[in-house]
């Protein structure tokens, strides 16, 4: 758990611009994976889960709860980005889901977020937004967006 934990922070530190706070740090992601409840996967640079001496290019954390599953972060290194690992994780994510029992997929992200379009893609619509809900760095307040998907 330690090594994957390890390979998920380098993917976080990669991927979140800082301008929008929306990394995690380490103790919240071992909190989050201490309740028994919340799932994360790793790809590597094919789409596979990555091997010992492997690095990991991409992750998704979720949380489940009774017949719904939450996306709470996915993230793809920069240079990795664009090649399909997006929706890779996408598939990973709903075909574990499934086996969880959840009947659909929610996820909250910036408004602005250029994964909108990766969501949207993979059957995401939106179900509600919450204005002025993150902050940035800046101070500057952005409205969230839920996102749903039946499964």
Same mark, same amino acid.
């Given at each position: ?34 309740? /028994?409840?919340?799932?994360?996967? =790793?790809?590597?640079?094919? !789409? %596979? +889960?990555? @091997?010992?001496?492997?690095? $990991?290019? *991409? &992750? ?40 969880? /029992?959840?009947?659909?997929?929610? =996820?909250?992200?910036?408004? !602005? %977020? +250029?994964? @909108?379009?990766?969501?949207? $893609?993979? *059957? &995401? ?27």
């Amino acid at each position: 758990m330690t090594e994957d934990l390890d390979k998920l922070m380098e993917v976080m530190t990669a991927a979140f611009d800082p301008l929008y706070g929306e990394a995690w740090t380490r103790r919240q992601v071992e909190d989050a994976l201490l309740f /028994g409840h919340t799932y994360y996967s =790793l790809v590597d640079a094919c !789409g %596979n +889960p990555p @091997e010992a001496e492997t690095p $990991a290019v *991409g &992750f998704t954390l979720s949380r489940h709860g009774f017949d719904e599953e939450e996306l709470l972060l996915l993230a793809v290194i920069p240079q990795e980005r664009g090649k399909g690992l997006g929706k890779t994780l996408l598939e990973l994510l709903s075909n574990s889901a499934k086996h969880r /029992g959840a009947q659909r997929l929610l =996820l909250e992200m910036r408004k !602005g %977020n +250029p994964a @909108e379009s990766l969501y949207s $893609a993979f *059957g &995401f619509y939106q179900i509600g937004e919450r204005p002025d809900y993150y902050r940035l760095l800046s101070g500057e307040r952005v409205n969230a967006i839920t996102f749903a998907r039946d499964l």
